[in-house]
């Protein structure tokens, strides 16, 4: 038998539950827990009250008579300056210009990542640089030549324009997270796969985009809410018809005529937000997923 | 050996005034390499001697700056490595992750869009040889180290070339698995005769497996001769130093009228390998060519310290002031402080000149 010594410390060392750290910890985050989530409660019940209800002024309160009319006028009546067809459109309008601009600036910046981490090309350090100079740049210099820029090629207003826009303005950041992402492959893993005849297109589609499922899931995120939450973009390269969600919402919001219809302009603003919502929901399990299959470790 | 005699009449892999620079840095100056059908051959030197990358220029991974490669006989030097007749094994094993064994054995042979029955064939012949049957639709991420490796290797066996280039294939592995996978790797080059380069920065794997060993440094061939040739006649210097372990020991003097002075002692050098001339000069020992006996006689050292490694032992002396290893498959145990009197083995020596390092 071992000799243990049961005076002093013996074994595996105790742990309080319910010690002073945790409990600041856990006081902190279900303070800044509320402090997010009262505003959502707000918007959410106000949206299910009828207009009297609302006068009543108890913002906190549950609705007594729970109503989904609201909800119905912001999605095909309420007035978004022009039309009073309510946000619809501008949803199909958002998912035209979200859809594309995703999959090409993703598509194209992986291809560009791809290529700088892995075939160094002459000045492909230059180009690099270059690129980088661009994410830093506020974009809101870059608004009135853009301007012309597209309307020399004669898509000024379209949702072509708009789509050419965000796929442009997302390049950079894309380009260098999708060049790290890529660097920490292993680089035997290229050579293995030159030397098994596969050209540069073999490559990045055979073997280092089904390795970037979770960086691609990490884009998607990122562009996708991006894009769908974009105002200014919206408001200066489209015309009306095509004016994006976002816009429309702004519109609804602010409109100087009539009662002012706290329950409408509420349910329009979760209708707008629902889709970044539902993408972080989907997309962070996925991505979750994606880590624990061990999709990158060989 | 079999293979050797094969060796001599017919060029497997030729490497002629082979050059690279990344950028201004030159890597690899001047190096040539006539490689026979069947050979093994081993580069060796230290990390950054520039190994992997005649491996790699070999290969056509690297873009060469200067000479020419040849293999058998057709010049490869603007070919690609799909297009030279190579296969290759990666320190990592560099499988692909999201493809089956049985997918990472097929995937260069459906590149090469070889008929299905022959890809089949061919991977049933590689799995046979390196007894990977068992997991052929796993995936690498299921397998261990050893089994990697032996998947890795079956990826360069199908592709059916003359020449396999590995680029230090067992570092990953534990010593262990490291022994056992080098004994089957000779096993495989007795089995298949092909020609083998391979890179390893171990000499205890460049000893056992080469029939040449090319030992490099700064990117330039110290020698390139047999792993005899080369533990027993180093050319100089830095590949006496290189080979061996614990390494040689060296004793500054000056050679006098076919005597080696030390200090105060003459060391005949009758039946010395070579035409030693009078001047200063390095003479390299072995600790395993020195013996010993108790006593205070001649040469004598103190020991400092004794590794016992069970089938010998390793005695680390203080002779004059200077650093002497010893090794003997005697067990006796000698404490500190011991005085031995040494006796060196001079047909097994080797002098160098000090200036140039060049073997006298
Ligand atoms: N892509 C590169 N750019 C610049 N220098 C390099 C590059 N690859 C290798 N080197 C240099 O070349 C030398 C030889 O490298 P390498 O062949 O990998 O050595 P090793 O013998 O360890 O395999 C090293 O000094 C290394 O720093
Ligand atoms: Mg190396």
Redesign the pocket.
């Known amino acids: 038998m071992a000799d243990i010594t049961f005076e002093g410390p013996y074994g595996r060392r105790p742990r309080s539950r319910i010690s002073a750290q945790n409990i600041v910890i856990y006081s902190v985050l279900t303070l800044v827990a509320i402090y997010y989530l009262i505003p959502l409660y707000v918007m959410v019940v106000t949206s299910l009250k009828g207009l009297p209800e609302i006068r009543m002024g108890n913002i906190f309160s549950p609705p007594i008579e729970a109503t989904f009319e609201p909800w119905a006028r912001a999605w095909s009546s309420a007035c978004t300056g022009l039309n009073c067809d309510g946000l619809q459109r501008g949803f199909w309008n958002s998912v035209r210009i979200t859809v594309p601009s995703v999959v090409f600036s993703i598509l194209i910046a992986s291809i560009n990542g791809y290529a700088l981490a892995n075939w160094r090309f002459k000045g492909s350090e230059v180009f690099f640089a270059v690129l980088m100079i661009g994410a830093f740049i506020p974009y809101q210099v870059m608004i009135y030549p853009m301007v012309i820029l597209l309307r020399e090629l004669g898509i000024y207003g379209t949702l072509t324009g708009l789509v050419l826009v965000h796929t442009i303005f997302g390049m950079p950041i894309l380009t260098l997270l999708f060049r790290n992402y890529f660097t920490t492959l292993p680089e035997e893993l290229f050579k293995a796969a030159r030397v098994d005849g596969t050209g540069f297109w073999g490559i990045y589609f055979r073997i280092m985009l089904p390795l970037s499922v979770p960086m691609l899931v990490v884009a998607v995120i990122l562009q996708a809410t991006n894009i769908w939450n974009d105002f200014l973009f919206g408001v200066v390269f489209t015309r009306p018809e095509y004016y994006p969600m976002t816009v429309q919402l702004n519109n609804i919001v602010n409109t100087t005529t009539g009662v002012r219809e706290y329950n409408v302009n509420m349910a329009a603003t979760i209708l707008t937000g629902l889709v970044p919502l539902l993408i972080y929901f989907v997309s962070g399990r996925l991505f979750v997923r994606g880590i624990a299959a061990g999709a990158v470790k060989g | 050996m079999m293979h050797q005699t094969v060796a001599a009449t017919e060029t497997s892999l030729a490497i002629r005034g082979l050059q690279l620079s ?2 201004a ?1 030159q ?1 690899l100056k001047d190096v040539n390499m006539e490689i026979g059908r069947g050979e093994f051959i081993v580069l060796l ?10 491996l ?1 220029c070999i290969a056509g991974l690297l873009d060469i700056t200067d000479g020419q490669i040849f293999i058998n006989g057709r010049n490869v030097t603007w070919d690609e490595p799909k297009d030279r007749g190579i296969g290759m094994v990666f320190q990592s094993y560099a499988l692909y992750p999201q493809m089956s064994v049985r997918g990472n054995l097929a995937f260069g042979l459906k590149n090469a869009r070889l008929p299905k029955d022959e890809i089949a064939r061919r991977i049933d012949r590689a799995a046979r040889i390196l007894q990977i049957e068992e997991y052929l639709d796993r995936k690498p991420g299921a397998l261990s180290g050893g089994q990697r490796q032996r998947v890795a290797i079956g990826r360069a066996l199908v592709r059916d070339v003359d020449v396999f280039l590995f ?2 294939p067992l570092s990953n592995l534990d010593a262990k698995l490291r022994a056992e996978l080098r004994v089957e790797i000779k096993r495989l080059h007795e089995k298949l005769g092909n020609t083998m380069v391979y ?1 390893t ?1 171990d000499q205890i794997e460049a000893m056992t497996l080469a029939d040449r060993i090319a030992l ?1 440094r700064h ?1 330039v061939i110290q020698q390139f001769a047999s792993p005899d040739e080369i533990y027993r006649r180093p050319v100089n210097l830095y590949v006496a130093g290189f080979i061996g372990s614990p390494a040689m020991n060296f004793l500054k003097g000056r050679i006098e009228g076919g005597d080696f002075l030390f200090n105060a002692h003459r060391i005949p050098l009758a039946g010395y390998d070579g035409n030693p001339r009078d001047g200063e000069a390095i003479l390299g020992i072995r600790p395993e060519h020195t013996t010993c006996t108790l006593g205070n006689g001649g040469l004598s050292a103190a020991v400092e310290l004794q590794e016992n490694m069970g089938a010998e032992s390793v005695l680390h002396l203080s002779l004059e002031g200077q650093r002497f290893a010893l090794r003997t498959s005697d067990d006796t145990r000698h404490p500190e402080g011991t005085r031995l009197s040494l006796s060196f083995d001079i047909s097994r020596a080797s002098l160098f000149d000090p200036q140039s390092e060049l073997r006298l």
Do not use: P, W, Y
Request: hydrophobic share 30%; glycine share 28%.
């Open positions: 990344f950028g840095i890597v030197g230290g990390s950054g001697s520039g190994k992997s990358t005649i790699n680029d230090e890179v920065h490099l990117g």
